[in-house]
Every structure is written in structure tokens, then in C-alpha cells.
Nanobody, 118 residues
Framework: QVQLVESGGGLVQTGGSLRLSCTAS????????MGWFRQAPGKEREFVAS????????GYADSVKARFTISRDNAKNTVYLQMNSLKPEDTAVYYC???????????WGQGTQVTVSS
């Protein structure tokens, strides 16, 4: 089992940037695919981005393509989400997830709030 802790959320103005981090416990981080999801008030949780265990394969929701970048540092047990050109509609709680494959992410962090003001 892996435990995930997100950080880096906060309040930012439209057009600004934030970098989220998710640090995982354990020595098997490099074997897990990782992902970021988000949930806005009154909405269902939605996929944002994912990355393979090696970091060679990534995927993004259409709504964040060209603005967000997912990356990982296996030596630091950390996955990142660089968010640029933020919009008010990006406001949500962002969750980190881990699992055996990008399409099978079953461990979740507690989330970090991102608020984008207009």
C-alpha cells in the first residue's frame, strides 16, 4: 500500500501558475503509475493528468492540455503538476492518485485546494 500527501495548493489570480506536489511513502514508488484528479464544488471528480511509472507516457484531459504538465521524480518519490495559465474553472480540490497502471489508479491522497480568482 502507498500513502500520498499533496501540497502546493493555494489562491492564485487568473493567468497565474501553481505547482502541486504529491509525495508517496514506501520504496515502491517507481513501480506505480500516478495521476491527478480534481473535484469542483457540486461536481464529480474528474481526471486531469496521468503518468506512467517510468515517466515516459503521459495523458491529459482536453481542458488542461497545453496548460498543465505532469512529471515525476522517482528518486524523491514525488509527482508534480505544473499548472500555468490558470482559469477560474480550474478551481477545485486536486487529488493525487497511484496504481498499477494509468487506467487503474486506486490509492488516493487527501487533496489540496486550488482557487483561481477572476
Amino acid at each position: 500500500q502507498v500513502q500520498l500527501v499533496e501540497s502546493g495548493g493555494g489562491l492564485v489570480q487568473t493567468g497565474g501558475s501553481l505547482r502541486l506536489s504529491c509525495t508517496a511513502s514506501g520504496r515502491t514508488f517507481g513501480s506505480y503509475a500516478m495521476g491527478w484528479f480534481r473535484q469542483a464544488p457540486g461536481k464529480e471528480r474528474e481526471f486531469v493528468a496521468s503518468i506512467s511509472s517510468s515517466g515516459l507516457s503521459t495523458g491529459y484531459a482536453d481542458s488542461v492540455k497545453a496548460r498543465f504538465t505532469i512529471s515525476r521524480d522517482n528518486a524523491k518519490n514525488t509527482v508534480y503538476l505544473q499548472m500555468n495559465s490558470l482559469k477560474p474553472e480550474d478551481t477545485a480540490v486536486y487529488y493525487c492518485a497511484a496504481g498499477p497502471a494509468r487506467v487503474n489508479l486506486n490509492y488516493w491522497g487527501q487533496g489540496t485546494q486550488v482557487t483561481v480568482s477572476s
